[in-house]
C-alpha cells in the first residue's frame, strides 16, 4: 500500500508518497506472514504510517531474487560502464526528488529539513555517483610468475551482499553502500533501520525508475533481531556490511562465523576526542567542536563527545563554547522552520537513554554548565549540553551516548592529551586544533583512530576511507576502499 504525506511548512511545501511494503524482485510485495511497524514523528510521538515488517521467509524470498539477478543480469552478465550508467540515472533522479527525500528524513528522523537539504541528502546524491564513477574502473593486476606462465588478479562480486543500517542518516549511510555494491557487480538485500525507513523507501521507486534490472536491490523491512538476525545468518549471502552499535556488531559477526563464515565490514560506535591545543584558532576550535558534538543532535557515530582543551585556554574556551550550546539550545524546535538548528532525538527510547546518561553524569559528579534538560512538553527534544569536572573514569566519558552531551576537560602537555584521547575502547575519529603543523602531523599519526580530522571535525569525504580501530568496527568504507570491500580477487594462472 502506499502512504502520501503533505508538507504545508515553512521550509518545505510538497507531497511525499512511498510504497509501505516489502521491495523485492523490483516488485513491492506484502510479507508472508502480515506484520507492520509504526513509524513514529519524534516532534510529537504520533504515529505517522505503517510499513510492512517482514520475517526470515521475506529474506529468503529476497535473497533469491537477488540471487537470480546476479546469475542473469548483474554481476559478470552486466559491464561496469552500464552499471556505471544506471547509478548515474538513479543520481539523477536523487536529485529530482531530492526535497522529498529530505523532508521524508526530516519527518521520521527529526533532521532539521534545511540542514540536511543542504548537507546530507546532496552529500548521498554525490555518493553514489562517486560510485558510479568506478563501476568501469575496477582492474586487476598482471602479475611476474615462473617461466611460460601468465597470471593476473580479477577484482569479482561476491554475488548477494546483506546491508544492515541504522536511523542516524539513513540516506548517507544507505548511500556508502549501495553505491560501491552495485558499482562493483553485487545484487544487494538492505534492511533500514525499523525506526527510519521511510527515505529508503522512496529511494526503491527511484532505483525502478533508473531502469535497474529487477532483483538488482531488494528493501526487507522489519526488527533487527527478526530480519537482521535472518540476513546475518543467510547461507546464500557470502559478504555483510553492517552500521550500526557495536552490541549489534558483535552479535552479527557472531551469527557470521557460526553459518558460512560470510565476510563481514562493521561500522560501530565511537567516542571520539576533540583535541584543543592553546595555539589553535579559538574562534575556529569552537565553531567546530560544536559541530562535532551537536551535528544531527550528537547522533553521529564520529560525535566528539569528549573535548580536551589545553589549560592556557580552558576558561577562555568554555565560556564562548558555552554560549554557542545556548544559542543552539535557543535555536531549538521544528525540524521544518526555517530559523531551528536543532530538532528532536529521534525516538522515546533514545530520548530516554541520554536523559539517564545525564543523570549518571550528575551523580558521578558531573558538573553541568549548559543543557542538561528536555525542551517542551512532548517530542524528544534534549538541549545542547556540556558538562565539566569530569575524569576519564566516569561513564559519561567512557560510554556512547549518542545524543547532544559532551565533557569538556582540561590537559597539560601534547603527550597528556594523545594519552586521554587514546583512554577509550573507540577508535572512530579525532579532532585536531592547532597551528602548529608538525604537531597537527605527530598528534594524527598517534591517534588509535580511523580517521583524523585537523583544525575542523568529523566530515566524511567520499575519496578518503572511512572505519573504525578498536572496537569502533572492521574494514573501510567510501574510496577506493569500498571496492575492496565488495570484491574478492581471484588468481588465474595460465599455462603458455
Ligand atoms: P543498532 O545496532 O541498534 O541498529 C542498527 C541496525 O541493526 C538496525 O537496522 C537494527 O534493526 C539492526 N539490528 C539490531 N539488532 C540486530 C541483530 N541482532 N541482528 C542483525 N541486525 C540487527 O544501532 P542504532 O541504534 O540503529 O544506531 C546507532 C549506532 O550506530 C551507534 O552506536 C552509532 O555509533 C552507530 N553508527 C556507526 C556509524 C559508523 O559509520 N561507524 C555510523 C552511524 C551510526
Known sequence: STFSYTFDTPAYKGTATINTGLFIGGEWVDPVEPATIDVINPVNGKVITAIAAGSSKDVDIAVAAAHKAFKTSWGLKCP????????????????????????????????????????????????????????????????????????????????????????NVPMVMLSWKVGPALATGNTILLKPSEITPLSALKFADLVNQAGFPPGVFNIVNGYGHSVGQAISEHPAITKLSFTGSTFTGRKILKAAAETNL??????????????????????????????????????????????????GIYD???????????????????????????????????????????????????????????????GYFIKPTIFTNCTTDMKIVQEEIFGPVCAVMKFKTEEE???????????????????????????????????????????????????????????RELGEYALETYTQVKGVHINI
Open 262 to 311: 560470510k565476510v563481514v565490514t562493521l561500522e560501530l560506535g565511537g567516542k571520539s576526542p576533540t583535541i584543543i591545543f592553546d595555539d589553535a584558532d579559538l574562534e575556529q576550535a569552537i565553531k567546530w567542536a560544536s559541530h562535532g558534538i551537536f551535528f544531527n543532535m550528537g547522533q553521529a557515530c564520529t560525535a566528539g563527545s569528549r573535548i580536551f582543551v589545553q589549560e
Open 80 to 167: 561496469g560502464a552500464t552499471r556505471g550508467r544506471l547509478l548515474n540515472k538513479l543520481a539523477d533522479l536523487m536529485e529530482e526528488n531530492i526535497d522529498e527525500l529530505t523532508a521524508l528524513e526530516a519527518l521520521d528522523v527529526g533532521k532539521v529539513f534545511t540542514l540536511a537539504r543542504g548537507t546530507e541528502i546532496p552529500a548521498s546524491i554525490k555518493c553514489i555517483r562517486y560510485f558510479a564513477g568506478w563501476a568501469d574502473k575496477i582492474q586487476g593486476k598482471s602479475i611476474e610468475t615462473t617461466e611460460n606462465k601468465l597470471a593476473y588478479t580479477r577484482h569479482e562480486p561476491y554475488g548477494v551482499v546483506g546491508q544492515i543500517i541504522p536511523w
Open 316 to 378: 577562555q574556551f568554555l565560556a564562548k563554547f558555552t554560549a554557542v550550546a545556548k544559542a543552539l539550545g535557543d535555536a531549538i524546535g521544528d525540524p521544518f522552520s526555517p530559523t531551528t538548528r536543532h530538532g528532536p532525538q529521534v525516538s522515546q527510547a533514545q530520548f530516554d537513554r541520554i536523559m539517564s546518561y545525564i543523570e549518571v553524569g550528575k551523580a558521578e559528579g558531573g558538573k553541568v554548565v549548559i543543557g542538561g534538560e528536555r525542551h517542551g512538553e512532548e
Open 417 to 475: 592529551a594523545i594519552e586521554l584521547g587514546n583512554d577509550t575502547i573507540y577508535g572512530l575519529g579525532c579532532n585536531i586544533f592547532t597551528e602548529n603543523t608538525s604537531r597537527a602531523i605527530r598528534v594524527a599519526h598517534a591517534m588509535e583512530t580511523g580517521s583524523a580530522w585537523v583544525n575542523h571535525a568529523h566530515i566524511p569525504e567520499l575519496s578518503v576511507p572511512f572505519g573504525g580501530y578498536k572496537q569502533s568496527g572492521i574494514g
